[in-house]
């Protein structure tokens, strides 16, 4: 006597045929109590669109959609206002010094004799004036240097969101302690965004203690005594902030 059972499930439909409680050749692969059909039926996917559809945003690093971290967003806002602010000053800083260095270089002149104030001595005329000289190239460069740097991380902070696409997201309790750090690791190219972050602040800050040292030269070689003092000290005030790169 033969049986034969028919299973419909979604997909496939499964065949279990007996005779006598054996099973037919070719059949044998079929037999599994009907399991074989609960099983095909868990293991089916979602279709590739729809699963598409219902993926997140920041579960899809693929995504147009994807965004950084609010931490990570914050951090690089203030960093890219601070470069544009800073790139704007650096160019007028340059442009300043390059006028310097025409004003230092003409010849002697009562314009060059104001510059050197009342230097005692032709030696000393000349010791001042190529002083004043070399920091003004050294300004000159440095503020060029740190507009350039500045471009190129605004460049770099806008493709965020692009370059971070695919890096895991970082827990708050990991051993990256530093903003600087976290938005290293969030730029997908962490060497090349620490050289030009490390750029970008030392240029900037050497800049501005060229201009503070071109200043105080000015005053030390064409003013008295009591204006020297003043400015001098106001310099060292205004020299704090940079003790505060150490903490």
Known sequence: MSTLSLASPMRSACVTLATNGQLLPGAAKYHH????????????????????????????PHHLEY????????????????????????????????????????PVTTTTA??????????GSANATTLLLILSYVGLILNASTTFSAHLL????????????????ILT????????????????????????????FSTLR??????????????????GKAVVIISTVTAVFCLIPFITIFF
């Open 154 to 169: 605004v460049d770099r902070l806008g493709k965020f969101s692009f370059m971070s696409k695919g890096i895991k997201p």
């Open 33 to 60: 109590s009907g399991s074989a059909c609960r099983d095909e039926e868990s293991q089916h996917q979602m279709p590739e669109d729809e699963a598409q559809l219902t993926t997140r945003p920041n579960d899809d």
């Open 173 to 200: 309790n990991s051993s990256v302690r530093s903003a600087r750090r976290l938005l290293g690791c969030y730029s997908a190219s962490g060497k090349v965004w620490h050289i030009l972050e490390f750029h970008y």
């Open 67 to 106: 965004s950084i971290p609010k931490v990570v967003e914050s951090l690089r806002g203030g960093l890219r206002d601070s470069c544009n602010a800073a790139a704007t000053v650096a160019a007028l800083l340059a442009t300043i010094e390059a006028a310097m260095i025409v004003v230092i270089k003409t």
């Open 206 to 223: 050497a800049g501005f203690l060229v201009i503070s040292a071109q200043i105080l030269t000015f005053v030390w070689i064409s003013e």
């Open 114 to 123: 104001t510059l050197v104030g009342s230097a005692s001595s032709t030696t």
